[in-house]
């Protein structure tokens, strides 16, 4: 069966960090582009971070020197390190390979 499921999210106070994770199902994802997005209420979603199988990456202007993504091939794994969160980062985060979605995870930015 093949899907993404992430994992990580919660509630964090502003300037706090948490780390997502996303693990995928499927041979095929293991070296293919992986990307984290992200939907806060009332808005679009929106892509925050990229990383292609040889570990090139980029990020939204709005995470840049905040947020890191990572991957773990051997674990089929993507990860987004997130600090210094605001409340504007508050949103669903997706992980995206293939053409596939995750179902989300919620962060929550709030004192």
């Known amino acids: 069966q093949v899907r993404l499921v992430e994992s990580g999210g919660g509630l964090v106070q502003p300037g706090g960090s948490l780390k997502l994770s996303c693990a995928a199902s499927?041979?095929?994802?293991?070296?293919?582009?992986k990307a984290w997005h992200r939907q806060a209420p009332g808005k679009q979603r929106e892509s925050v971070a990229q990383i292609t199988g040889s570990n090139n990456t980029n990020y939204a202007d709005s995470v840049k020197g905040r947020f890191t993504i990572s991957r773990d091939n051997a674990k089929n794994t993507v990860y987004l390190q997130m600090n210094s969160l605001k409340p504007e980062d508050t949103a669903v985060y997706y992980c995206?390979?293939?053409?596939?979605w995750g179902q989300g995870t919620q962060v929550t930015v709030s004192s």
């Open positions: 499927g041979s095929i994802f293991r070296f293919a582009l």
């Open positions: 995206f390979s293939l053409g596939y």
